[in-house]
């Protein structure tokens, strides 16, 4: 029963509130008609129907704007999701060959022969590598600009040095 009730509750109230306005008219003597019809004679005389047609154009507009900017945040979010993959992927790859290059060092540092000052500029190197993955990590906005600003200056303090 309460199943029934659930599916047809719009009609029983609906159903509800038309009898009650039927009871209400019929005892308080109103004559629906001439309500009526006083009711379409104020439309006709104040153009509501043109101000509607006015306002279903603004509405149509609200809601195009509304959909194209879900779709851009839709369009955002997919960015955004691809950006994070690839920096996770490049991460991974250049850390691995970081590493694997530490290895080299390692060797080197052993080796008496081999010049130091190769072995400092490559911890510098290093040392600049990470600390740019850590900048490109933490970007906010992705776009070019933003992504070209996380490196400038130390891209800047390179060229300065060389």
Request: with cysteine.
């Given at each position: ?69 879900i ?12 950006y ?8 991974h ?41 850590k ?21 800047e ?6």
């Open positions: 029963m309460k199943l029934v009730l659930k599916k047809y509750v719009y009609v029983i109230v609906g159903f509800l509130l038309s009898t009650i306005g039927y009871l209400y008219c019929a005892i308080a003597n109103i004559d629906l008609a001439k309500q009526m019809d006083i009711y379409f004679n104020f439309i006709k005389s104040s153009k509501i129907d043109e101000l509607i047609f006015l306002w279903f154009k603004f509405f149509s507009l609200f809601i195009m704007l509304n959909i194209i900017v779709l851009e945040k839709k369009r955002n979010v997919e960015k955004r999701k691809i994070h993959s690839m920096l996770y992927a490049s991460n790859i250049i850390r691995n060959f970081l590493y694997q290059s530490h290895i080299l060092k390692m060797e080197a540092e052993e080796n008496i022969t081999f010049n130091k000052n190769t072995i400092n500029m490559f911890e510098e190197g290093k040392d600049e590598a990470m600390l740019l993955l900048k490109l990590s933490s970007i906010t906005k992705i776009d070019d600009e933003s992504i070209y600003n996380s490196i400038k200056e130390e891209i303090n390179k060229n300065c040095t060389v």
